[in-house]
């Protein structure tokens, strides 16, 4: 017996055919949005196929209970083909997200997502702390720090001349850095906004990124500020050696009962603060890490996988809108691609340290060979800050559960 034809998942559900008389079944998402779903399954009833002449043999599978079983009501339209003779001898799921009931992959539109009515309030209250944004990244790209001045005065301790010259030149550096460190702090409150937004019942991740668009956008674009302030934060040496001097020299005329003006506007504590900060290698990735492992432990009525499931399904989105040229071919901006890396590295990184076990194990939802392939696609000096942030700033990529081939990739 040979079922053929069309029919619904609603009458599969209800009346499911008989599994000895299914040769193969194909799935697959009839709607122009969604992403093809594959599923091959052969007969259950234990019978071994012949693959070839040499007698290579794969055992017959597919739990058709559990391909029913799983909740696609947000994958209204469905085509069953009966027809189709191929012998497999596992699921092949290509999906554009990492479990089936995800459902259909969602376009961000990074670029011209607006508010809605719902989203307003807490995009106004994010947008002024956005607005802030390019501010920072431009005074700290054009940040040249006071080494030579500093350099004069430890090379000549007697000069006063020399000494108040690097003083005067480093005490607004640090104010600058104080503004930066301040900002990190009004982020990391954006950041909890957002997260109550994005993972608040009883939408799923993917319905949070969809219905909320603006919002989503707004995350992006808070860790796309982060990666990008942190990797000029790196490159920059002069902001710790800047911030060290001062320190130093407030020490010093603290011992010989000097109060200097500036520790006015730096006390004590608050440079004991920013030294913390700027210690880290990726100071502003680390707030928001901080702040979203706190989220999760404040929120103990929210399960950990409402924020983790969030952050894998944006990581998620935005492979399948880098790889596929069908979403790549929307982006009117050029910096679009740029942009929608940085994002997707962002999410897998604060992944990884908040869920359990990290983004780089074989139970994660994130397809990490993936998304890494998908950088190694790009020019080798747009991404290598990126894969770097992968190497150095993730938390379990050096676990045991690591794969050999993920390790491989990334080195």
């Known amino acids: 017996m040979r079922m053929r034809g069309c029919v619904s998942l609603a009458t599969i559900l209800q009346r499911p055919p008989p599994l000895s008389c299914l040769h193969s079944l194909l799935i697959r998402f009839d709607d122009a949005r969604a992403a093809a779903v594959v599923l091959i399954v052969t007969p259950v009833s234990g019978e071994v196929f012949q693959r070839d002449k040499h007698k ?18 947000n994958c209204p339209h469905f085509f069953l083909d009966f027809e189709s003779k191929g012998l497999m001898g596992n699921l092949l799921k290509v999906l554009a997200c990492a479990e089936l009931e995800h459902g259909p992959i969602v376009f961000l539109d990074f670029e011209h997502a607006q508010p809605t009515e719902a989203e307003t309030a807490v995009w ?4 002024a702390v956005l607005e802030e944004a390019h501010g920072i990244l431009a005074e700290l790209q054009s940040y040249n720090g006071a080494g030579q001045e500093i350099r004069e005065a430890i090379q000549n301790p007697g000069d006063l001349a020399l000494q108040e010259k690097a003083w005067n030149a480093v005490c607004p550096l ?32 993917m319905q949070h990124l969809e219905r909320e668009q603006a919002l989503a956008k ?37 011992l010989n009962n000097q109060q200097l003006e500036a520790e006015n506007e730096v006390n004590n504590e608050m440079a004991n603060r ?20 706190k989220f999760v432990s404040e929120n103990k009525t929210l399960p950990i996988e409402d924020t983790t499931d969030c952050l894998s399904t944006m990581a998620c989105v935005c492979r399948v809108m880098l790889e596929t040229p069908e979403y790549r071919c929307r982006f009117t901006n050029t910096d679009t691609m740029l942009f929608c890396m940085r994002v997707m590295v962002g999410v897998i990184i604060l992944y990884d340290h908040v869920h359990p076990v990290g983004a780089f194990a074989k139970t994660s939802k994130i397809d990490m060979k993936g998304c890494i392939k998908v950088l190694k696609e790009q020019p080798s000096n747009s991404v290598e800050g990126l894969l770097n942030a992968l190497r150095y700033t993730t938390r379990h990529l050096n676990d045991d559960s690591t794969s050999k081939q993920i390790r491989a990739l990334l080195q």
């Open 274 to 293: 920013m030294s913390l900060f700027y210690a880290e290698a990726t100071p502003m990735l680390k707030t928001l890490s901080n702040a979203t492992t």
């Open 174 to 205: 640090v104010a600058k850095l104080k503004r930066f460190y301040e900002f990190s702090l009004r982020l990391e409150n954006a950041l909890r906004s957002l997260l109550e937004a994005l993972t608040s019942p009883p939408y799923a991740p």
């Open 56 to 73: 290579r043999r794969s055992p017959a599978m597919g739990n058709l209970i559990k391909v029913l079983g799983k909740d696609l009501e």
């Open 218 to 254: 707004q995350f992006a674009e808070i860790l796309h500020f982060t990666l990008s302030f942190d990797e000029l934060k790196m490159t920059n040496p002069a902001i710790q050696n800047d911030f060290s001097y001062y320190r130093r020299t407030i020490s010093r005329n603290r």
């Open 124 to 127: 106004n209250q994010v947008s």
